[in-house]
């Protein structure tokens, strides 16, 4: 009986910090999201001030983390193409030849990355299984992957639906692929956490690090999309 309660009493300050982190994980998401949504919603110049200010946070955690780089230099370029290239691509998806196709794009594109998170995590605390890449992200699992492609493919689809786009199973396809490509980008971000030991790029947003943290899906989704955009000649019509 003295054992029971003992892991009774181990089990239950677990749980309880787990709810203090999810809740102020949610807490966070819900000031976060509004500005944001805002932004893209109202484009210029309101979008291109929040990537600016985003550029910034973003450099200075990647400063600190890779602080102690031996070939320092190298880091730092590597930094700003790696920050800044897909930000300028944001800022082109957004304020293309046509506004409300580029907000709608963008939209999209946020929606269905915040939902690959979503269904990854969930997916693979659920399910579990077989490792992702335990090597660079030991809590990933091959479930969690399934998991982000569903969610970011059914998010995509609503979205899409909701702004009166017609080729729904053509969005659910590329839906599902920049939504795998944003995990991609997750795991990227952690392998160069874990080269130089650090947990997360900085402790700005509560419950969840920095903004690196937050957004390194969304880098690699943002960088693609601009990249299927140019080569479909700008037309960031990605639904008839």
């Given at each position: 009986?003295?054992t029971?309660?003992?892991?009774?009493?181990?089990?239950?300050?677990v749980?309880?910090?787990q709810i203090r982190?999810?809740?102020?994980?949610t807490?966070?998401a819900?000031?976060?999201i509004?500005p944001?949504?805002?932004?893209?919603?109202?484009?210029s110049?309101?979008f291109?001030?929040?990537?600016?200010?985003?550029?910034v946070?973003m450099a200075?955690?990647?400063?600190?983390?890779?602080?102690?780089?031996?070939?320092?230099?190298g880091?730092?370029?590597?930094?700003g193409?790696y920050i800044?290239?897909?930000?300028?691509?944001?800022?082109?998806?957004r304020?293309?030849?046509?506004?409300?196709?580029?907000?709608?794009t963008?939209?999209w594109?946020f929606?269905l990355?915040w939902?690959?998170?979503?269904?990854?995590?969930?997916?693979?605390?659920t399910?579990?299984?077989?490792k992702?890449?335990?090597?660079i992200?030991?809590?990933?699992?091959w479930?969690?992957l399934?998991?982000?492609?569903?969610?970011?493919?059914?998010?995509?689809v609503a979205t899409a639906?909701?702004f009166g786009?017609?080729?729904?199973?053509?969005v659910?396809?590329?839906?599902?692929?920049?939504?795998?490509?944003?995990q991609?980008?997750?795991l990227?971000?952690?392998?160069v956490?874990r080269r130089?030991?650090?947990?997360?790029?900085?402790?700005?947003?509560?419950?969840?690090?920095?903004?690196?943290d937050r957004?390194?899906?969304?880098?690699?989704?943002?960088?693609?999309?601009?990249?299927?955009?140019?080569?479909?000649?700008?037309?960031?019509?990605?639904?008839?």
């Amino acid at each position: 009986p003295s054992t029971t309660g003992a892991k009774g009493a181990t089990a239950q300050p677990v749980a309880d910090s787990q709810i203090r982190i999810l809740l102020t994980r949610t807490l966070s998401a819900l000031v976060m999201i509004p500005p944001v949504l805002a932004a893209i919603w109202y484009g210029s110049p309101y979008f291109e001030i929040l990537v600016a200010v985003a550029i910034v946070i973003m450099a200075w955690e990647w400063l600190g983390m890779t602080s102690g780089a031996a070939n320092r230099l190298g880091w730092l370029a590597f930094g700003g193409v790696y920050i800044v290239a897909p930000s300028l691509a944001l800022i082109w998806l957004r304020t293309g030849e046509d506004p409300g196709m580029g907000r709608d794009t963008v939209v999209w594109l946020f929606v269905l990355v915040w939902a690959a998170d979503i269904g990854a995590y969930a997916a693979g605390r659920t399910i579990g299984g077989p490792k992702l890449a335990p090597a660079i992200s030991p809590n990933k699992t091959w479930a969690g992957l399934f998991g982000c492609i569903a969610a970011s493919a059914a998010a995509g689809v609503a979205t899409a639906d909701y702004f009166g786009h017609t080729d729904l199973y053509g969005v659910a396809m590329i839906s599902g692929f920049v939504g795998m490509l944003s995990q991609a980008g997750d795991l990227f971000e952690s392998s160069v956490k874990r080269r130089f030991d650090r947990k997360d790029s900085s402790h700005l947003i509560p419950g969840h690090g920095g903004l690196l943290d937050r957004v390194d899906g969304l880098l690699a989704a943002a960088f693609a999309v601009a990249l299927i955009g140019y080569a479909n000649e700008g037309n960031m019509a990605l639904w008839p």
